[in-house]
């Protein structure tokens, strides 16, 4: 659906837009405060709009990292959005999440919209709020399970709002991975991986990490190909870090940061990249060999 034009994806309602895609509703004003806010501000801004029942409605909360990043077009830029979307007064920069980062808990996963990475930053700092609501069945949860302060010390969940409290999405399937030989079937997604995750041996520039799996396709007849970004980015778990991959997954050869097939609408000379310790998106400048391949297939 990426690059729908607003028509068959978008439906607005008002003060709100329908994702059609995902089953949620977003304001279709995107910053409702006007302003940055720290990640602990974005909760009480929120709930000070659920008072008000602003837009009409009172059930508004802040999106997790998954549900605010089904938003991002990574064809476009400035902001990232599928082309004709609807929303106004979109802010190209960070946008907060519900979800804390794994790595270090006093940080939150944003996402920015100039160009459509996904990284965490200071609870402490300002970013934009943009709230959703609903409940979609076409996400799957994002693996958190616990809520902390500002400061990274666990709080109680109750009432707060956050991921590891709301826990929204569709439950992961148990057990979520399929062994069979060199391959592993993810059953939440019915992607094939390869078990090892370092293809080509080392770090490649984006051709030969193209290379690799076209070589691994011919030999085993196979359609392997570089996994799409929100193919990689399906496989983290937000509970975890180093590597943000579910517990007892079965992958081996495991590396710090990845090659997609999905090439940056903000320059073409750049590909977007995952890196598998931290959970975050990020962009690689194509001619480098910063990153590594691994290969994917669907069933």
């Known amino acids: ?19 059609n895609l995902t089953g949620l509703v977003w304001p279709r004003l995107a910053q409702p405060a006007e302003t940055g806010l720290s990640w602990p501000e974005t909760f009480q801004f929120v709930e000070a709009m659920n008072r008000d029942n602003r837009f009409g409605f ?13 938003l991002v077009d990574h064809g476009q830029r400035e902001p990232a959005l599928p082309p004709g979307h609807p929303f106004e007064h979109v802010w190209a920069g960070k946008c907060w999440t519900a979800t804390t980062s794994a790595r270090d808990h006093a940080y939150a996963w944003w996402v920015q919209f100039s160009g459509g990475r996904m990284f965490f930053g200071n609870k402490a700092d300002d970013a934009v709020v943009w709230p959703v609501r609903g409940e979609s069945k076409a996400l799957w949860a994002t693996g958190q399970t616990g809520c902390f302060g500002t400061d990274g010390s666990p ?41 090892s995750t370092d293809l080509a041996g ?3 520039d984006r051709v030969a990490a193209g290379r690799a799996v076209d070589t691994l396709a011919r030999e085993t007849g196979l359609a392997w190909r570089l996994p799409a970004i929100m193919e990689l980015e399906s496989l983290t778990d937000c509970s975890r870090a180093d590597p943000a991959l579910p517990e007892g997954h079965p992958f081996k050869d495991v590396r710090e940061a990845y090659w997609s097939s999905t090439d940056s609408g903000y320059d073409p000379t750049w590909s977007f990249c995952y890196y598998l310790h931290k959970g975050a998106v990020g962009v690689g400048f194509k001619a480098r060999a910063e990153f590594h391949a691994w290969a994917v297939r669907s069933a």
């Open 155 to 195: 709080v109680d969940c109750a009432g707060s709002g956050q991921d590891g409290a709301l826990r929204m999405g569709c439950l992961w399937p148990e057990p979520r991975f399929r062994e069979n030989g060199d391959e592993v079937e993810d059953r939440m997604t019915g992607l094939v991986w390869r078990r």
């Open 58 to 70: 009172a059930d508004w909360r802040l999106p997790n990292r998954r549900e605010l990043y089904s």
């Open 202 to 204: 080392g770090m490649v």
């Open 1 to 19: 659906m990426t690059g729908a034009a607003h028509e068959s994806r978008f439906t607005v309602r008002g003060d709100v837009v329908e994702d």
